[in-house]
Protein backbone atom coordinates (compact mmCIF):
# COMPACT_ATOMS: atom_id res chain seq x y z
CA UNK A 1 0.00 0.00 0.00
CA UNK A 2 2.76 2.72 0.62
CA UNK A 3 4.07 2.00 -3.06
CA UNK A 4 0.46 4.14 -4.04
CA UNK A 5 1.96 7.38 -2.15
CA UNK A 6 5.26 6.38 -4.17
CA UNK A 7 3.04 7.06 -7.25
CA UNK A 8 0.48 9.95 -5.66
CA UNK A 9 1.97 13.29 -3.85
CA UNK A 10 0.23 12.66 -0.31
CA UNK A 11 -0.17 16.16 0.06
CA UNK A 12 -2.27 17.26 -3.78
CA UNK A 13 -4.10 14.24 -3.32
CA UNK A 14 -5.58 14.86 0.48
CA UNK A 15 -6.29 18.80 -0.92
CA UNK A 16 -8.04 17.08 -3.82
CA UNK A 17 -10.14 14.68 -1.66
CA UNK A 18 -11.20 16.78 1.17
CA UNK A 19 -12.45 19.46 -1.85
CA UNK A 20 -14.22 16.49 -3.56
CA UNK A 21 -15.47 15.54 0.12
CA UNK A 22 -16.37 19.50 0.92
CA UNK A 23 -18.53 20.09 -3.18
CA UNK A 24 -20.31 17.16 -2.31
CA UNK A 25 -21.37 17.69 1.07
CA UNK A 26 -22.65 20.80 -0.04
CA UNK A 27 -24.55 19.53 -2.93
CA UNK A 28 -25.95 16.91 -0.92
CA UNK A 29 -26.91 19.97 1.96
CA UNK A 30 -28.37 22.27 -0.42
CA UNK A 31 -30.40 19.19 -2.69
CA UNK A 32 -31.82 18.79 1.33
CA UNK A 33 -33.06 22.45 1.47
CA UNK A 34 -34.78 22.60 -1.69
CA UNK A 35 -36.87 19.75 -0.41
CA UNK A 36 -40.11 20.38 2.03
CA UNK A 37 -39.29 17.29 4.16
CA UNK A 38 -35.80 18.15 4.82
CA UNK A 39 -35.45 21.71 4.73
CA UNK A 40 -34.21 22.50 8.62
CA UNK A 41 -34.13 26.90 7.98
CA UNK A 42 -37.40 27.11 6.55
CA UNK A 43 -39.55 24.72 7.71
CA UNK A 44 -42.25 22.68 4.92
CA UNK A 45 -44.07 24.84 2.75
CA UNK A 46 -47.87 25.37 3.75
CA UNK A 47 -49.22 24.62 0.10
CA UNK A 48 -52.19 22.54 1.16
CA UNK A 49 -53.91 26.01 2.11
CA UNK A 50 -53.35 27.07 -0.94
CA UNK A 51 -54.79 24.03 -2.68
CA UNK A 52 -58.14 24.11 -0.38
CA UNK A 53 -58.93 27.58 -1.37
CA UNK A 54 -59.47 26.57 -5.31
CA UNK A 55 -63.13 25.55 -6.44
CA UNK A 56 -63.66 24.68 -9.56
CA UNK A 57 -67.11 26.00 -11.07
CA UNK A 58 -68.70 22.98 -13.45
CA UNK A 59 -71.53 23.76 -15.99
CA UNK A 60 -74.90 22.14 -15.68
CA UNK A 61 -75.98 20.00 -17.73
CA UNK A 62 -79.56 20.07 -18.78
CA UNK A 63 -81.76 17.37 -17.86
Not at 36 to 46: E, I, S
Request: glycine content about 2%; hydrophobic content about 55%.
Amino acid sequence: MHKVWLLFDPRRTLVALFTFLFILALLIHFILLSTDRFNWLDGPRNNKAAANTITLALPQMPA
